[in-house]
């Protein structure tokens, strides 16, 4: 496991790509509202894939790998409701639109660690030291 690692380490170092990680949970969810949920991710406009699928009140996490350089991301929460995913909009019924866009600066490593409180309809996401 440490070669990996070490081989891995190597590899991003020289190369192009870094390591982008995110972070989240929520807060102040209504009991019985605790959803299933993941994060739809998109570099630059473009779709970049899926997280995970992981419970509201839990610290979820996500690492993709993410070219050096400046990139817009987009991330946009989905909720799993009766059975069906769900945008986690407040035009779908939810307390707040549980979509994040942000510029970053990819050089080595990047983490988004975040809460979104659903008791904060302005602006739901808190970022976390790193």
Known sequence: MK?????LFVMIS???????TIEWRFLNVEDGYDHINKMKIY??????????ECNQLDWCTYEFPLSKGNH?????????FEGVWEEHLIENNYSVDAVLEKSVKMKKKAKLKM??????????FTFLKR
């Open 3 to 7: 070669k990996l690692t070490l081989l």
């Open 14 to 20: 020289f190369t192009n790509w870094s390591q982008m």
């Open 43 to 52: 570099i630059d406009g473009e779709y970049h894939g899926e997280t995970d």
């Open 72 to 80: 817009n991301i987009k991330l946009l929460n989905m909720s799993l």
């Open 115 to 124: 809460e979104i409180d659903l008791d904060n309809s302005g602006e739901p």
